[in-house]
């Protein structure tokens, strides 16, 4: 009994130890070579030196981070990453070029409605510390590289106040945190850059949406005094018209 006690827990050891290695070894597959030649090339034209010299990271848009409720979904996002099994629909691939010229362009490829990736725009950066792919690497206290696991980036959110991606890390110690890239000052909001709690960064989005909605609300009464004030010289003027006619008549 000892012995089928033992086996059994020899093997429930190997179950989990062969699933955490499935877990942790893959990040998300980036694109074949062929298939970023194919996008990046400009009229249609092959270009096989199109990836060199070039770094890669996918950026998640599917679910804004303002609309993932708590944290246990975002870490659901990142064992999916993990896994690969990511919805990419209305997601990002993105390009980092260096040129010898001392630029450095980000070329963002999106997904088309047959699931081909296309050149949709680009940014460009006279600086390589401004680079994303720089910014996160910062952040990381490390080279960032596509195999990289437990970590995801998502997009810019026009609902927060961040300007940028971010990028959420699950820690060795399973508490999982997400990096702002940049300092912030904005509209009475101060972040600066760093690991912050999820609960945290859905803090400053409530107190950023809330300082628009108090501006909407100004704007609104502002613009409700301006009829008011209009509406009351027209009647004042009509008034006036009217009894300037009945005495000239």
Do not use: H
Not at 153 to 170: E, I, N, Q, W, Y
């Amino acid at each position: 009994m000892n012995n089928k006690a033992a086996k059994i827990s020899v093997f429930i050891f190997f179950c989990i130890f062969s699933l955490n290695i499935c877990i942790n070894s893959f990040g998300i597959t980036p694109p074949s070579n062929d298939v970023l030649i194919n996008a990046l090339s400009k009229n249609g034209e092959p270009n096989q030196n199109v990836v060199n010299n070039t770094d890669l990271f996918f950026v998640y848009n599917a679910v804004p981070v303002s609309k993932i409720k708590s944290e246990d979904k975002l870490r659901e996002l990142v064992f999916e990453s993990n896994t690969d099994t990511i919805d990419m629909k209305d997601s990002n691939w993105v390009v980092t070029e260096y040129k010898p010229s001392n630029e450095y362009l980000e070329r963002i490829l999106s997904y088309d409605k047959n699931g081909n990736l296309f050149e949709a725009e680009n940014l460009i950066y006279e600086d390589k510390n401004y680079t994303t792919i720089a910014l996160m690497s910062e952040l990381l206290g490390e080279q960032y590289n596509t195999g990289m696991t437990n970590i995801l980036v998502l997009g810019a959110d026009r609902a927060t106040p961040f300007g940028s991606v971010l990028l959420v890390k699950v820690f060795d110690d399973d508490s999982l945190k997400v990096g702002v890239l940049v300092d912030i000052e904005r509209d009475k909001i101060s972040i600066k850059k760093g690991w912050y709690s999820f609960d945290k960064i859905k803090k400053i989005i409530a107190l950023y949406n809330s300082d628009k909605i108090s501006v909407g609300n100004s704007i609104i009464v502002l613009i409700g005094g301006i009829i008011a004030v209009l509406s009351v010289g027209f009647i004042l003027y009509k008034k006036y018209f009217n009894k300037i006619y009945f005495i000239n008549k």
